[in-house]
């Protein structure tokens, strides 16, 4: 019997220690190919290469497992493993796992969860990871062991082709962890502001910075979940539409 071919990429690059880990985990579990940035694209969202030639190079640093960096963004990893690289179409494509939780609207910002709903856009099952934590230096032990538990119940499952699943793993020792929560995303946002500065010519740059607030977090919402040491889990689609706007628009006078 034909091992499941499971695709896997991040957005921390391909030395990132989250990325070994959710590759030791998933060799468990199928056929393992790694198509990964060879420099950190956190927050490069569904980005596509198109001004720039793509490189792709074949990687050692896996034992034993076929692996290749890119000059391209989390997505251009997905559409290269997919187009390029792989000889038949993987039946999983595995994100992560991120340093730093992607929970609420930062879904939209992370490469991570782009690389995952590129796959569910391509009718494959596809998972994204994050660790609450955003230390190059994380402990990830425990999200191992909660991602395998998580995989052996989950791949015998039939996930519905047109989204895929945002899963968050929250800063904490295993032994605390309360369980797995099947939530929807909170309501909140990034508090933006920007740092001015000046190089060393004196000409000015600024930094990006903020901080990430929330309100009414209700106890569906993933970072409720979180903050309550539980696994959320939620199921994340990339059909944008306001389905629930469209009759009363369509009763507007235009």
Not at 159 to 168: K, M, Q
Not at 182 to 198: G, P, T
Request: net charge neutral; aromatic share 10%.
């Amino acid at each position: 019997m034909k091992k499941p071919l499971i695709l896997i990429t991040n957005d921390d690059g391909i030395n990132a220690k989250g990325l070994y880990s959710l590759v030791e985990v998933s060799k468990e579990f199928g056929e393992i190919v790694v198509v990964a940035p060879n420099k950190p694209q956190s927050g490069m969202g569904h980005a596509i290469t198109i001004n720039n030639p793509l490189r792709l190079y074949k990687s050692t640093i896996f034992d034993g497992i076929e692996a290749y960096s890119s000059s391209g963004t989390p997505v251009d990893c997905v559409k290269l493993g997919l187009f390029e690289v792989l000889k038949r179409k993987p039946d999983f494509i595995f994100s992560g796992i991120n340093h730093g939780e992607n929970t609420s609207t930062n879904v939209l910002y992370s490469g991570t969860m782009a690389a995952a709903i590129e796959g569910s856009m391509e009718g494959i099952t596809s998972i994204g990871f994050s660790l609450a934590d955003f230390n190059p230096e994380a402990d990830f032990n425990p999200s191992k062991a909660i991602i395998k538990d998580l995989l052996t119940k989950l791949l015998v499952k039939k996930i519905p082709s047109n989204i895929c699943l945002n899963v968050n793993i929250p800063k904490i020792s295993l032994n605390k962890i309360k369980g797995f929560k099947v939530c929807n995303q909170a309501r909140a946002f990034w508090d933006d502001r920007f740092e001015k500065r000046m190089d060393q010519f004196g000409k000015p740059y600024y930094w990006l910075t903020g901080d990430f607030s929330s309100s009414d977090v209700e106890p569906t919402m993933d970072l409720f979940a979180i903050k309550n040491n539980y696994v959320s889990i939620v199921p994340t689609q990339y059909d944008m539409t306001s389905y629930q706007s469209i009759e009363l628009i369509k009763k507007w006078d235009l």
